[in-house]
């Protein structure tokens, strides 16, 4: 599935030292359960640059954070990036490991990138706000 993201390479991802570790470790556990999802978690991860929380840049996608963005033509759309365990969609809350929240990890606001569904179709995301975590989404 490495090809679900395929244009991200082009795009300079940050993410934080704790999120890397944390999903480094997450991704490695899925490979059983999910592995096309997995791989694709770890193949950002191998890329990242990564950085100490205080350096994390602001308007950069992480974990826990409420992303604005349009999907294509689409309306305008809010969601909230978390773990497997905690999402809900009927809460706007999108697990790092479906392929919406692999594309938008370590992304900043003004960026786009184009990703593939599951279901196969291609989909340009543009980011238009992103609000940092709450500090408890942070621990």
Same mark, same amino acid.
């Given at each position: ?15 934080? @030292? =704790?999120?890397? !570790?944390?999903?480094?470790?997450? @991704?490695?556990? %899925?490979?059983?359960?999910? #592995? ?17 929380? &205080?350096?994390? #840049? ?7 954070? +409420? ?7 689409? &309306?305008?759309?809010?969601? +909230?990036?978390?773990? #497997?365990?905690? %999402? !809900? ?18 992304? @900043? @606001? ?6 593939? +569904?599951? &279901? ?9 706000? =992103?609000? #940092?975590?709450?500090? &408890? %989404?942070?621990?």
């Amino acid at each position: 599935m490495r090809e679900a993201t395929r244009h991200r390479e082009q795009l300079d991802i940050i993410v934080s @030292a =704790v999120d890397h !570790d944390r999903l480094t470790s997450l @991704a490695r556990t %899925a490979l059983d359960r999910l #592995p096309d999802m997995a791989d694709e978690l770890l193949s950002e991860m191998d890329r990242a640059t990564i950085a100490s929380a &205080d350096a994390m #840049p602001a308007g950069v996608v992480r974990m826990g954070s +409420t992303v604005t963005f349009r999907n294509g033509g689409e &309306d305008t759309k809010r969601i +909230t990036l978390v773990y #497997p365990g905690q %999402a !809900d969609i009927a809460e706007n809350k999108i697990s790092i490991l479906t392929p919406l929240g692999t594309a938008l990890i370590g992304l @900043a @606001a003004g960026q786009s990138v184009v990703w593939k +569904t599951r &279901d196969g179709k291609e989909r340009v995301l543009d980011i238009a706000e =992103v609000e #940092p975590p709450s500090l &408890d %989404a942070q621990s």
